[in-house]
């Protein structure tokens, strides 16, 4: 615990005990005995370089005056952000949130310093110190929930972003909490935001709703993809999207082809992949226009495969084999949809399980990134749970025992990422086949299901007999 004297009041202390004069100590810490000398007597404030060097030169920890720093800032001298940025920047890396909110409470008390604290934070969002960085955004949105602002608006992006994890109905809160702000955003903002509320819903298997996302998006690209080609001003200020405009016309033609995959729709699904693949419109011709097309053309032809083999047609499975052994991370998504259409249309596909059984294990604790960074951690933690309860369905359809370990190990992985959708096609598995279950598989899965239940706060009617 800190004492309530001032950092002046204990470093006054310190060299008494250590018999020190300022000379001595200025040397031992490296700053100026004139500056020193100014310090102790209160006749000059204490800089944030300062302040590591005398802890360091005390023997104390980098955070222990981290407190009084505060008054410091606030009380013993004029607040200045030159001395308050750096100091929030490392209460945020030594994870001093106590520190931050003190200090955004208080200038919370005249709001011309909203501004600032929104940028501190986009700062922070960017060095990924998101704990901080969501105090801050927190703080700035609640000062401003009276206005219509782009700022207002760009905090709630933010917190979504930041709260999105593998509890899947927390996903889903967050982004129902935050796209009504969307249309608040700059235009350049709002495409990267529909993207990423597009995965989350994706991700949740709400299909109507992506399709609504990738329509909002196609029809906000074209429409700036239009003006600039029209428009031969350029303004310096004006804010642009993570990614080139035809890329969004790209990815929404994509996601629109998804969705009708999903749907069981293969022949529209397939009617969009010229809609991704055909890049001639694009008026923009450099290495990253070439990059990009590549990628969406690979993901074509693998889709072409995929709608396909979703529809039964067995003769392209081994072409489709094929193509996506050198496309390693695509492997996983096309094991799982391998397996998916085995136990539909009756197929054995021991060979190609085998043939890529180094796969499977890794995707609990790897998420596949396209050159793109289209597969995101939300979408992979649901593909693996809905691929191990395919596994497992495999399994017991060859009557093979290990199909009860898939169901658990699906149900656990489910449980984790709250998908409660998944968890009922587990439990409906396990009930079916649970006369094969050894003794420790049940009481398993009495355990799981018990966790179910304590996640949820509530009591299901699922049997564990």
């Known amino acids: 615990m800190e004492s309530t004297a001032t950092i002046r009041d204990q470093l006054a202390d310190y060299l008494s005990e250590q018999c020190m004069s300022i000379n001595q100590f200025a040397d031992r810490c490296g700053i100026n005995s004139g ?13 944030m370089s300062h302040l590591e060097l005398l802890t360091k030169g005390m023997g104390k920890g980098e ?3 981290f407190s009084l720093y505060v008054d410091e800032c606030f009380y013993y001298s004029a607040p200045t952000w030159r001395r308050l940025r750096p100091f929030m920047i490392r209460c945020a890396e030594l994870g001093r949130m106590d520190c931050i909110e003190r200090m955004v409470q208080i200038l919370l008390d005249n709001l011309n310093n909203v501004p600032t604290l929104f940028e501190v934070a986009e700062g922070l969002f960017k060095q990924g110190q998101w704990q901080a960085a ?11 929930k009276y206005q219509y602002s782009e700022r207002l608006a760009m905090c709630q992006y933010r917190l979504f972003r930041i709260a999105l994890g593998d509890d899947q109905s927390e996903n889903l809160r967050a982004a129902t909490l935050f796209e009504p702000y969307v249309p608040r955003l700059d235009e350049a903002d709002q495409l990267d935001a529909l993207r990423h509320l597009a995965h989350v819903y994706g991700s949740l298997h709400k299909w109507c709703k992506v399709e609504e996302l990738a329509q909002e998006m196609l029809h906000l690209a074209k429409i700036r993809y239009d003006l600039k080609g029209h428009s031969a001003q350029k303004y310096d200020n004006e804010k642009t999207s993570e990614r080139p405009l035809y890329f969004y016309i ?7 082809s998804n969705v009708y995959k999903e749907r069981g729709d293969y022949k529209t699904a397939l009617e969009l992949v010229p809609f991704y693949t055909d890049g001639s419109w694009i008026k923009e011709n450099d290495e ?14 693998a889709n072409t495969y995929l709608y396909r083999l979703l529809e039964g047609q067995a003769e392209v499975l081994d072409e489709y084999v094929e193509y996506i052994s050198s496309q390693s991370g695509e492997i996983f998504i096309a094991l799982y949809n391998i397996i998916k259409s085995a136990n539909c249309f009756h197929w054995k596909v021991d060979h190609i399980l085998e043939r890529f059984s180094g796969y499977i294990p890794l995707i609990s604790h ?4 396209t050159e793109l960074g289209d597969y995101n951690q939300q979408i992979m933690s ?4 809905r691929f191990l309860t395919e596994l497992a369905a495999y399994s017991l359809q060859h009557k093979r025992k290990e199909g009860i370990r898939y169901i658990l190990e699906s149900l656990e992985s489910s449980t984790k990422i709250n998908n409660e959708s998944n968890i009922i096609k587990c439990v409906d598995l396990f009930e079916q086949y649970r ?3 050894e003794d420790d598989e049940k009481r398993k899965y009495k355990s799981l299901i018990r966790e179910v239940q304590e996640s949820n706060g509530k009591k299901t009617t699922i049997s564990f007999l």
Request: proline fraction near 2%; aromatic fraction near 14%; hydrophobic fraction near 40%.
């Open 35 to 47: 500056t020193l000398s100014r310090i102790v007597k209160g006749n000059q404030p204490i800089a």
């Open 63 to 65: 955070d222990h005056f």
């Open 134 to 144: 969501a105090l801050l955004y927190e703080n700035v949105s609640a000062s401003e």
């Open 250 to 256: 790209l990815y929404a033609y994509l996601m629109r």
């Open 288 to 301: 990253e226009v070439q990059r990009t097309l590549l990628q969406f053309r690979e993901w074509g032809k």
């Open 366 to 369: 790897q998420t596949y990134v």
């Open 382 to 385: 649901d593909q693996y749970a």
């Open 435 to 437: 006369s094969i279950a």
